[in-house]
């Protein structure tokens, strides 16, 4: 902009167009700032895919609910949400449903706990003796060829009476492992079919990140999980692939960006203690710590009826639960299906590829864009620059410092007085007029220090502009570099739990 002149502006129609064209620039180079610092302040998020070979991968936990899910008794055509309807013959230990009083209809039904004998068992009780042991369930397993690298935990579901989770001891394991090989063992000796062809008799397998947990609800908190029914009478070989995504949390979707944070256990556990708190007791199907099992029919009813599926859905809201910023998914791969003569389902699952996709979501703007767009807008626009603007300050600062030493010269006036002292008055006398000379000769010489002193300021501070240029430009530099290694040190620390 040093080609403008503000002052002769209006002058002639060329200082004109040259004002209307300066005009429009600082307009648009206005706007194109701010919608810079907008960004900066709310940067658009992008997303991006990505391919990696791992020599190492996490390996997923397995749940594993048998079905029919307890004793005695066989299951409806639902698979999902499998029901008590009559025992089987011959029967297994078919005696054991009137010692605690529970009718045929089996436990999900809230009608059938009216006269169990609440006074002389627990429900825990019960539970433990209907259900089936993890040696009744899974004889024999390894992980990585050993039953030692993997822990094992069981947990009550109403519909799916007790489950087993298998978790990898090692966080990573080598890609080309053994895997899993579970033996899953069924005491149905014949393989019944229902209407849609599936055998009744079988397996439910989830598939999940190991933070995850199964919560036996058809709702979205499962979403995250593989599934696969095994029947009995088959031999299964899975292969498995895994796949990474990374939102960014923001206030408008926001999310949990711990690595240890698990949607499911969040609205598990929240569910959990909604319910017991509200009816003041719990179940092996909804435990709570702090409350003791419920004592009678009320109780169980009411509590078996907050934990219906649609009254189930109004506590998660109440919850609010964020998602999850890191999310693992596996999905498994049918490699193959064998018949075999013996009453359980046999199961391999294991990585057939090191290949991990990554979606990640990343921001779309950062400080090394909106350098570059000052730069541009300020720099095309405008004409400035690093340089020029380095250049713009020490002017302002040797014009401030010149200033500073003219106004120690005085204002000009003793020139005057000095001239005024020489002439004498005319009418005085001899030593008069020598005494005054004497004192024109010593001011003229003060006053021509001082100016000399003047000049010396200025030719010194015209010698310190090139340290001045190169100390701004050194303290430019630093900042620039800076900002781009704190940006960098920023989206380095992004995501580091599922890289």
């Given at each position: 902009m040093a080609f403008f002149h503000w002052r002769n502006s209006l002058n002639s129609p060329k200082q004109v167009l040259k004002l209307v064209a300066v005009t429009i620039c600082l307009c648009i180079a206005s706007y194109q700032l701010s919608e810079c610092f907008s960004k900066l302040l709310r940067p658009p998020i992008s997303t991006r895919y990505s391919f990696s070979l791992n020599d190492t991968l996490e390996f997923p936990a397995v749940t594993i609910c048998r079905t029919p899910p307890y004793k005695c008794f066989s299951l409806n055509d639902t698979l999902e949400f499998p029901a008590v309807t009559i025992c089987r013959t011959p029967p297994y230990k078919s005696n054991f449903y009137e010692k605690y009083g529970l009718s045929a209809d089996g436990p999900t039904k809230s009608s059938s706990w009216t006269n169990f004998r609440f006074h002389n068992y627990t429900m825990k009780q019960f539970f433990d003796e209907a259900t089936y042991s993890f040696n009744e369930v899974i004889?024999?397993?390894?992980?990585?060829?050993?039953?030692?690298?993997?822990?094992?935990?069981s947990f009550y579901l109403l519909h799916f009476g007790r489950c087993f989770t298998l978790t990898p001891k090692n966080l990573t394991t080598e890609w080309d492992s053994t895997g899993y090989f579970l033996y899953l063992a069924h005491s149905d000796l014949v393989k019944t079919l229902n209407d849609q062809g599936v055998s009744i008799s079988g397996f439910h397998v989830y598939i999940h990140d190991r933070k995850e947990v199964f919560t036996g609800n058809g709702d979205k908190v499962d979403s995250f999980l593989d599934y696969l029914y095994g029947e009995t009478f088959e031999?299964?070989?899975?292969n498995l692939k895994i796949s990474v995504y990374q939102q960014i949390s923001t206030k408008e979707s926001y999310c949990n960006d711990s690595c240890d944070y698990s949607l499911s256990r969040c609205?598990?556990?929240?569910?959990?203690g909604m319910i017991t708190e509200q009816v003041g007791c719990s179940t092996p199907w909804l435990p709570n710590p702090n409350l003791q099992d419920c004592q009678n029919y009320n109780d169980t009813r009411l509590l078996m009826a907050a934990y219906d599926t649609f009254k189930r859905v109004d506590y998660l809201k109440e919850c609010a639960c964020p998602q999850a910023c890191n999310i693992k998914i596996y999905n498994h791969y049918i490699h193959s299906i064998k018949d075999i003569t013996r009453s359980s389902c046999e199961?391999?699952?294991?990585?057939?590829?090191n290949l991990v996709t990554t979606m990640k979501e990343v921001l779309g703007y950062d400080w090394n864009l909106f350098l570059s767009d000052l730069g541009g807008s300020l720099g095309f626009l405008l004409g400035i620059s690093v340089l020029g603007l380095v250049n713009m300050f020490e002017e302002t600062v040797n014009i401030l410092l010149c200033k500073r030493n003219d106004r120690k010269g005085g204002n000009g006036s003793i020139p005057e007085k000095i001239e005024n002292v020489g002439k004498g008055d005319e009418n005085s006398s001899q030593n008069e007029h020598e005494d005054g000379m004497r004192i024109y000769f010593k001011q003229k010489k003060m006053f021509e220090d001082d100016v000399s002193s003047t000049k010396m300021g200025c030719v010194f501070i015209s010698s310190r502009r090139r340290c001045l240029r190169m100390m701004f430009r050194k303290i430019i530099l630093v900042l620039i570099i800076w900002i781009?290694?704190?940006?960098?040190?920023?989206?380095?620390?992004?995501?580091?739990?599922?890289?």
């Open positions: 004889p024999f397993f390894g992980f990585d060829t050993l039953d030692t690298n993997a822990e094992v935990s031999d299964i070989k899975l609205q598990l556990k929240c569910l959990q199961m391999t699952i294991k990585f057939n590829s781009i290694a704190f940006e960098r040190r920023l989206l380095g620390l992004s995501f580091t739990c599922l890289d």
